[in-house]
């Protein structure tokens, strides 16, 4: 590193990564003089979402947009999702969800979910909710995401919906 006015400050990569997160004041580095890293955290997200896939039954194909409300706990995330299914037959699901990120960059979730006005007779029905993708790991409060999502809807015949979701994630 070349400070302007100073002379060239040399550091080992190797040994700064074992240390974890810190790191230093350009205007001190000859000092050595480490600063305080701080991450930012949130109390809760709000992640926006729309997609397109396809239901089991009958091939049929549909288009979906929603969102979460999730609060912290810890390294993983809970709240609810309310997505409006649009194909030939709109319904509502609503449920409550869990979600966390067990790499930096993968991002779960599982929910139970009740899926009201389904199907022709639209009734109000109860299901699962699971999504599987990547979602960068940054220190911005924007974080965009693409994930596989399917929906088990348990009617009279137990119906999968198969769809890409994509979003973006904003932390407060």
Do not use: C
């Amino acid at each position: 590193i070349d400070n302007k006015k100073d002379s060239i400050f040399e550091i080992n990569i190797l040994e700064e990564i074992g240390k974890g997160k810190h790191g230093y004041k350009l205007a001190e580095i000859n000092q050595k003089q480490e600063i305080e890293y701080n991450v930012k955290t949130s109390n809760f997200m709000l992640r926006p979402h729309f997609g397109y896939g396809i239901q089991t039954k009958g091939d049929e194909t549909l288009a979906h947009i929603g969102g979460r409300f999730l609060l912290s706990a810890g390294d993983k995330k809970w709240g609810l999702d309310i997505t409006y299914f649009d194909g030939e037959n709109p319904y509502t699901s609503f449920g409550v969800i869990l979600e966390a990120k067990p790499f930096s960059w993968f991002n779960a979730s599982m929910g139970t979910i009740g899926y009201f006005g389904y199907g022709e007779e639209e009734e109000n029905v109860i299901g699962y909710s699971s999504n599987l993708g990547w979602e960068p790991d940054n220190s911005i409060g924007f974080l965009p995401f693409v994930t596989y999502r399917t929906d088990m809807i348990f009617a009279e015949e137990m119906e999968i919906i198969n769809s890409l979701s994509i979003g973006f994630a904003m932390k407060f």
